[in-house]
């Protein structure tokens, strides 16, 4: 069949923005309990609400949100033992007991002062232990901790004194308790520390003692083997690799340039687990890409799967659980039988996926950019079965910069970055200087650089595919969230290459996301930025908001009016100053939504508007459908 020659960006395309909010079921936080396996999924149609989730059924019904919100990212919401689930609902913040064909029932008290995450059960002793982030004492920032509770509700503090804790951990015989923990200023990916510590039969904490860790090295996700020997994951070598601490002494046991591990934005990750005590069954990113394999007597050996991005990953002696997803394959749950090889899919997160000649796979490369350094990205080109290029006409790029900013852009099929490919543009995914998954070194490159080393590899990346002849150098576009909203406010105000961009809650002022921020990121910008002694002075070279008579492009910015993480404080600043400088700018705002918009309505109304900002200021035609959309200060 021959294809229609259009417009680029005006193709039609069955990857609607409908489709992308219902056809993206969220999967994440997977449990298994003996042969049982449980895991979260969330509900766009139910105001993105998250359920717990097994093979034998939903064990939350509305309205419970199995989420947690200790460090305002949560994780770590729920665990199972011995059939029973243990979970934090986010509407009162409590814990509460299910099972199979029974209603939840609350554990602890209803005053919404304490959050819980990262649950193990100490059934002998008839407890949880958890992470606890208790906001009844007043005060900037709440205290952490981690604590007992037990079946009855009440609780006990076990270790105390530092800002943060994760994966509390306990020996396979119960007499051990190994934790994480980490102080302001850094961040737990900048260093943190693996302690552990004898529990006696009253379930009280006695010689605690660091294990490894320190302000220079980043410790991640203590597990016990099943004949109690603790291990943990450790950037020491300049990459997060496996260690086995034994007899007090620390091993190595697959020295590899290779990420093993990740940064803990959330609770409750796992890209390891053990199939017996010798039979490690892991995931590592190598050039940004996921493997599964197995490590047997200091060999690895990879485990053939059809992923590119392994998310999270359980293991027991005969199964390992995991969610993986690729470029043509959508994140998905799948179980695998690691005596017979075979692979069973439980859940999609994208149950029908569009057909393939819609379907834009990414090439990974790298680029040079600014000071000799090598940048990384997903180029995306426009694919569409119905349409091409018109002749002579090269597409318009959007180039994305992640969230984290300490994140990583993978290569599994999104339906968000689809919708853009099959309608004629292109898209540029970069990892970016400070991005995990290529070592320590490459993630501080964004040490005292954000907003500088970020904005350059994607001003870089988009010259690169100019300089190839593959995109339109009159329509360079960029856009991000978070993290990545600073990223294209700072490339729209010092670079003078795109076009235009979209700004999803994004940071514009930095001295203002100091002042609101909570408190699991009130120093990252010590890190990411200056210390306290140089802040003044950088902070304004660097925040948008001082630099405003820069910016003569045009702009839309979205903001959740519930966002506790970037303020809408910091978008309506960005606002204000453009519709001062009589410059064209669009402003979206959504109720009840946070940091990311869960709700379907939120994702239908902010890809069609985006859609149609950038269509009307490069004059393209919008295809009828689509709702109007008001741009202050752009020409008729």
């Known amino acids: 069949m021959t294809r229609q020659q259009a417009p680029c960006g005006a193709w039609t395309s069955p990857i609607t923005a409908a489709v992308v909010a219902a056809g993206a079921t969220p999967l994440a936080s997977l449990v298994l309990d003996g042969a049982s396996l449980y895991w979260l999924e969330g509900r766009a149609s139910e105001a993105g609400r998250s359920t717990l989730v097994g093979t034998a059924g939903e064990l939350t019904p509305a309205p419970f949100n199995v989420r947690s919100k200790v460090h305002e990212y949560g994780g770590g919401a729920y665990t199972v033992a011995d059939g029973v689930a243990w979970f934090s609902h986010q509407l009162d913040g409590r814990l509460y007991r299910v099972e199979a064909g029974a209603a939840p029932a609350a554990v602890t008290a209803g005053n919404n002062q304490q959050r819980y995450a990262d649950f193990l059960v100490d059934a002998p002793r008839r407890r949880l232990v958890t992470v606890r982030e208790d906001h009844s004492k007043g005060g900037h920032y709440p205290e952490n901790t981690i604590a007992a509770i037990a079946f009855d509700g009440s609780e006990t503090v076990l270790v105390d004194g530092n800002d943060f804790y994760a994966a509390p951990r306990l020996s396979p015989d119960g007499r051990q308790l190994a934790w994480l923990c980490w102080d302001h200023p850094r961040m737990p990916w900048e260093g943190s520390e693996l302690w552990l510590a004898d529990v006696l039969e009253d379930g009280s904490l006695v010689n605690g003692r660091l294990v490894a860790g320190g302000p220079n090295e980043s410790i991640c996700q203590p597990e016990w083997s099943p004949g109690g020997v603790l291990h943990f994951v450790s950037d020491r070598s300049g990459w997060w690799n496996l260690y086995r601490y034994d007899h007090g002494l620390v091993h190595p046991l697959c020295p590899k340039e290779a990420e093993f591990g990740g940064p803990q934005w959330n609770f409750g990750g796992s890209l390891y687990g053990f199939a017996s005590s010798d039979d490690i069954v892991c995931a590592y990113v190598e050039g940004g890409v996921s493997k599964l394999a197995r490590l047997r007597g200091g060999v690895l050996t990879d485990v053939p799967t059809p992923y590119e991005e392994i998310r999270e990953l359980r293991v027991n002696a005969h199964t390992v659980a995991l969610l993986g997803g690729a470029p043509t394959l959508a994140l998905e749950l799948a179980r695998i039988d690691l005596d017979a090889g075979t692979r069973e899919v439980l859940a999609r997160s994208i149950p029908q996926l569009p057909p393939g000649g819609?379907?834009?796979?990414?090439?990974?490369?790298?680029?040079?950019?600014?000071?000799?350094?090598?940048?990384?990205?997903?180029?995306?080109?426009?694919?569409?079965?119905?349409?091409?290029?018109?002749?002579?006409?090269?597409?318009?790029?959007?180039?994305?910069?992640?969230?984290?900013?300490?994140?990583?852009?993978?290569?599994?099929?999104?339906?968000?970055?689809?919708?853009?490919?099959?309608?004629?543009?292109?898209?540029?995914?970069?990892?970016?200087?400070?991005?995990?998954?290529?070592?320590?070194?490459?993630?501080?490159?964004?040490?005292?650089?954000?907003?500088?080393?970020?904005?350059?590899?994607c001003v870089a990346g988009a010259r690169h595919l100019v300089e190839q002849g593959l995109v339109d150098p009159e329509r360079l576009l960029v856009r991000g969230s978070s993290a990545g909203g600073l990223t294209t406010l700072c490339a729209l105000a010092f670079h003078d290459v795109f076009k235009?961009?979209?700004?999803?809650?994004g940071v514009s002022d930095l001295a203002g996301l100091d002042a609101d921020s909570h408190k699991f990121e009130s120093h990252y910008n010590q890190y990411l930025i200056a210390p306290p002694e140089r802040a003044e002075q950088v902070y304004r070279e660097r925040s948008p908001i001082h630099h405003t008579d820069k910016l003569n492009r045009p702009m839309i910015f979205f903001q959740g009016l519930d966002d506790m993480v970037v303020p809408p404080s910091q978008s309506e600043a960005m606002v204000e100053a453009l519709r001062g400088r009589k410059l064209p700018v669009a402003y979206i705002t959504l109720e009840g939504e946070g940091h990311g918009f869960r709700k379907a309505e939120s994702v239908v109304r902010t890809l069609e508007a985006e859609l149609v900002f950038y269509l009307r200021v490069f004059g393209i035609p919008v295809p009828a459908g689509l709702p109007p959309l008001e741009i202050e200060n752009l020409p008729a």
Not at 358 to 382: D, E, K, M
Not at 500 to 505: E, F, K, L, R, S
């Open 358 to 457: 819609y379907l834009s796979v990414p090439q990974s490369i790298s680029y040079p950019s600014a000071n000799g350094r090598t940048a990384y990205a997903f180029h995306y080109p426009p694919t569409n079965a119905d349409f091409a290029t018109r002749d002579g006409e090269l597409p318009p790029l959007i180039v994305i910069g992640h969230g984290g900013p300490t994140g990583m852009a993978a290569s599994t099929l999104k339906l968000s970055t689809q919708f853009w490919t099959s309608r004629g543009f292109a898209v540029l995914d970069v990892n970016y200087g400070g991005s995990t998954g290529f070592g320590r070194a490459y993630r501080d490159l964004l040490k005292g650089q954000w907003g500088v080393v970020d904005v350059e590899d």
């Open 500 to 505: 235009a961009g979209a700004c999803y809650y």
